[in-house]
């Protein structure tokens, strides 16, 4: 009759009990290191952000120095020479100041980009927009230095020409 009765033994049930407490504890413990975890992958995904949008304003300046060097420098140079006729200095000025206004009014943006909490744009949109910018003003580097380098070209050709026209004869 007594073989229906279940029959328990009682130090199992204890230390089966223990062993759940203990490996809900190691759960818990498991649960708050992965919440700690995100919370890490998610401020080294802002400081990475953070770090591209610093790389892409350093190059955006590097660029825009590159401009205002080449303008002092190499538009001097050109807007002084001898073989540069007076109707031509009015449309390199005019293409040289069409491409630092631009510059200047990618700048402004981008300070409006950096300062303002008017536009609304989470870090990857901004990084976007830095690194079209950055894209922008390389292109305006090298369309730059592409002028600098005809116009010097176009200055050596007319002194070699002059050279040509002018010279004396050995007879």
């Not at 062993?19 to 992958?41: G, N, R």
């Not at 020479?81 to 990618?106: H, M, Q, T």
Request: no cysteine.
């Amino acid at each position: 009759m007594a073989q229906g009765m279940p029959v328990y033994d009682n130090t199992n049930f204890i230390s089966f009990t223990k062993s759940l407490i203990e490996s809900a504890k190691q759960t818990s413990q498991l649960l708050k290191t992965v919440q700690f975890l995100k919370t890490q992958k998610e401020n080294i995904e802002k400081v990475n952000t953070v770090i591209k949008q610093l790389k892409a304003v350093r190059e955006l300046t590097r660029n825009n120095q590159k401009l205002y060097n080449i303008i002092q420098n190499d538009l001097r140079e050109i807007l002084n020479s001898p073989y540069i006729k007076s109707d031509e200095v009015n449309r390199v000025s005019a293409s040289f100041n069409a491409i630092v206004d631009n510059s200047l009014e990618g700048l402004n943006y981008l300070d409006q980009i950096l300062s303002s909490h008017n536009l609304k744009m989470t870090d990857a949109e901004r990084v976007e927009v830095l690194k079209t910018m950055e894209r922008q003003s390389q292109d305006m580097v090298a369309e730059i230095e592409a002028k600098t380098r005809r116009y010097k070209e176009i200055i050596a050709f007319r002194r070699l020409q002059d050279k040509i026209n002018n010279r004396q004869g050995a007879y």
